[in-house]
């Protein structure tokens, strides 16, 4: 069963009025969705970096050039997710800083496949040193991230993205440190 674009945004508008958090399962395979599912979870995130994590690596693997990432999120949304997803909201990362991407036809693909959000993943925001240099040197930057955040007249809605995006460039440019956390579920075996 699709959620639209505009019930996820009321989840989302709600959750930020009556201060409430919103629980969330960046999922690696059919069945930690599923047990998302059932658990309550407001949302799924799919991202590449799931099927790295359950290859039993860590999800800064989805960062290295092993496969591409967008087809990566693509196979693991609609043979894994997707079956087990019910009325659960998905949002998918979206590597929009890849030269070879159609952006269009990719996020008019996800919509298609029933994606109300998108979030940069992976973002070019969480490299740093003198291999951020090189990407941005190469066109490979956080604004191709943030100018796919903020497609206007999409399907695809991304405002948590693109507030993220923002809050990361200002810390970035008053040079504090930054500390990230990401929450995953797993199954022990």
């Given at each position: 069963?699709?959620?639209?674009?505009?019930?996820?945004?009321?989840?989302?508008?709600?959750?930020?009025?009556?201060?409430?958090?919103?629980?969330?399962?960046?999922?690696?395979?059919g069945?930690?969705?599923?047990?998302?599912?059932?658990?309550?979870?407001?949302?799924?995130?799919?991202?590449?970096?799931?099927?790295?994590?359950?290859?039993?690596?860590?999800?800064?693997?989805?960062?290295?050039?092993?496969?591409?990432?967008?087809?990566?999120?693509?196979?693991?949304?609609?043979?894994?997710?997707?079956?087990?997803?019910g009325?659960?909201?998905?949002?998918?990362?979206?590597?929009?800083?890849?030269?070879?991407?159609?952006?269009?036809?990719?996020?008019?693909?996800?919509?298609?496949?029933?994606?109300?959000?998108?979030?940069?993943?992976?973002?070019?925001?969480?490299?740093?040193?003198?291999?951020?240099?090189?990407?941005?040197?190469?066109?490979?930057?956080?604004?191709?991230?943030?100018?796919?955040?903020?497609?206007?007249?999409?399907?695809?809605?991304s405002?948590?993205?693109?507030?993220?995006?923002?809050?990361?460039?200002?810390?970035?440019?008053?040079?504090?440190?930054?500390?990230?956390?990401?929450?995953?579920?797993?199954?022990?075996?």
């Amino acid at each position: 069963m699709k959620v639209s674009a505009a019930s996820f945004r009321v989840l989302l508008n709600r959750s930020r009025e009556e201060r409430y958090p919103l629980v969330f399962v960046a999922p690696g395979s059919g069945q930690v969705a599923g047990s998302a599912v059932a658990g309550g979870a407001h949302f799924l995130m799919v991202l590449n970096a799931g099927v790295y994590r359950s290859a039993g690596v860590s999800s800064l693997c989805s960062f290295l050039p092993y496969g591409n990432a967008n087809q990566q999120t693509l196979e693991l949304l609609s043979k894994q997710i997707l079956p087990r997803a019910g009325a659960v909201p998905l949002v998918a990362g979206v590597m929009a800083s890849d030269p070879t991407l159609d952006l269009d036809s990719h996020l008019d693909q996800l919509a298609r496949l029933g994606v109300v959000g998108v979030t940069n993943w992976p973002a070019v925001g969480l490299v740093d040193g003198s291999f951020r240099q090189i990407l941005e040197e190469q066109g490979l930057t956080i604004q191709a991230e943030a100018r796919c955040c903020k497609r206007p007249n999409s399907e695809v809605l991304s405002p948590s993205a693109l507030r993220c995006i923002q809050m990361m460039q200002s810390l970035w440019q008053q040079q504090e440190q930054m500390r990230w956390c990401s929450m995953s579920v797993g199954l022990a075996s």
